[in-house]
């Protein structure tokens, strides 16, 4: 047990910890702090967990197999989680997310399976900006979460296609209004603001997930389906060399 190793593992332990913020009112109750502020703030402290952990494991040469197990185990439930808690919350579709955490669980057994084979497939550069994404994602649609519990009143992104429509939402024109006019701007308005580029980044996250999980099918089809088996003559040739 090394420092990076405790980072990610307790990544793993603030998952029920986060859950709990997003789906109760304990913060309320308890603490005195919204909603919003305690659970983004346990998300971005998790978050730079996993940048840490990396980051320091390679600066100490501490890089072990139990870390590369567990990273991204603790990567994908912090994710899913907190995914799967918006979706509770009406502050994402569940469209969305059961395409990002079905993907999650799809590239993390195909990366299994071609690590059982001796191949390696490390992250794309695809893999690594959606992982960020997700992290902008959920951390702006976990701001926008409303005083009363839920997503913001947002009267037409029940529509199918939301993210295109933002022209035609009401509620946005005024927040918009109210933030490059002299009117004041509410926090109810930057919530609304957040809500959108939330629901707009999220559609980034679905795209980058698709395209990234398409890249890691590709590579573990070339390095390990293609892969030429080795020859059953070579073993007998190798013998036969040593024999007298």
Known sequence: MNLPNALTLSRIFIVPLLVVVLL?????????????????????????????????????????????????????LLISAALISLVENHLAPAWAVVIIVGREFAVTGLRSIAATEGVIISASRMGKFKMVAQVVTVGLLILSISPAGGSPHVSN??????????????????????????????????????????????????????????????????????REPPSAKAPAAAVQDHEP
């Open 24 to 76: 109760t009112p304990v913060s309320e109750n308890w603490l005195g702090v919204p909603q919003y502020i305690l659970g983004v703030t346990i998300f971005v402290a998790a978050a730079l967990t996993d940048y840490f952990d990396g980051k320091i494991a390679r600066r100490r040469h501490q890089v072990s197999k139990l870390g590369k197990l567990l990273d991204p185990i603790a990567d994908k």
């Open 157 to 226: 992104f029940g529509r199918p296609f939301p993210a295109i429509q933002f022209w035609t939402v009401p509620e946005l024109r005024v927040a918009w209004a109210h933030l490059i006019g002299p009117d004041l701007t509410t926090w109810s308005d930057w919530q609304i603001l957040l809500y959108t580029a939330g629901r707009a980044m999220l559609w980034v996250v679905v795209i980058s997930s698709v395209f990234s999980m398409y890249g890691y099918f590709r590579a573990f089809f070339t390095s390990v389906i293609r």
